[in-house]
């Protein structure tokens, strides 16, 4: 497996500095960054809002697992702490694998537990397809198809409206 999608969401401390940071340890796995885009809180509106990006990262000797096992030590560096009683609840950096292809191009799909893949939601995530159009103008989430017409849908039209771009917090790796 060589390439993934990585959805970045941060809304505790410094959370620009907590995106940046991903994208310097992820370092030259990182072909494509996003712009930045500050959201309102999903799930859990009780909460300050996000500053969300997503990041195109590949990897030859990479596999799902090994995806997420960045992330969450991604997550780990930035102090992120789960509270079960909020599974939306904020955080200083959430890191999601959202797809992720073999060296082929064939879509990853998996049903375990601790990674499902495409992410169970991300066809419901404006903050997450929004970003993902600005790496890739025409990509198709697998078993949900093209994601311009995932934001377009009735259902996304006011998420995405909610979305305000940051171009003054650029994501570039510091390599």
């Given amino acids: 497996m060589t ?3 990585l959805s970045l969401g941060s809304n505790l401390g410094d959370r620009y500095a907590h995106l940046r940071e991903a994208v310097t340890r992820l370092g030259e796995c990182v072909v494509l ?9 999903w799930g859990d509106v009780e909460q300050p809002p996000y500053l969300n990006a997503v990041l195109l990262v590949v990897d030859p000797a990479a596999d799902p697992a090994g995806w997420l096992e960045r992330a969450r030590a991604l997550e780990r560096a930035a102090g992120r702490v789960r509270d079960p009683e ?7 950096l959430d890191v999601d694998v959202v797809a992720a292809w073999q060296e082929d191009g064939t ?7 601790e ?3 495409p992410h169970p939601r991300a066809h419901l995530r404006a903050f997450v397809l929004k970003p993902w159009l600005d790496l890739q103008p025409y990509a198709r989430l697998p078993g949900h198809g093209w994601v311009t017409d995932l934001l377009n849908s009735p259902e996304l039209t006011a998420d995405a409206n909610a979305l305000t771009p940051r171009p003054d917090l650029p994501l570039e790796s510091q390599e």
């Fill in 86 to 92: 909020r599974r939306f609840g904020p955080r200083t």
């Fill in 107 to 113: 879509p990853v799909l998996s049903d375990d537990a």
């Fill in 33 to 41: 960054a996003s712009g930045v885009y500050e959201t309102p809180p």
């Fill in 115 to 117: 990674l499902t893949l």
């Fill in 3 to 5: 390439r993934a999608i």
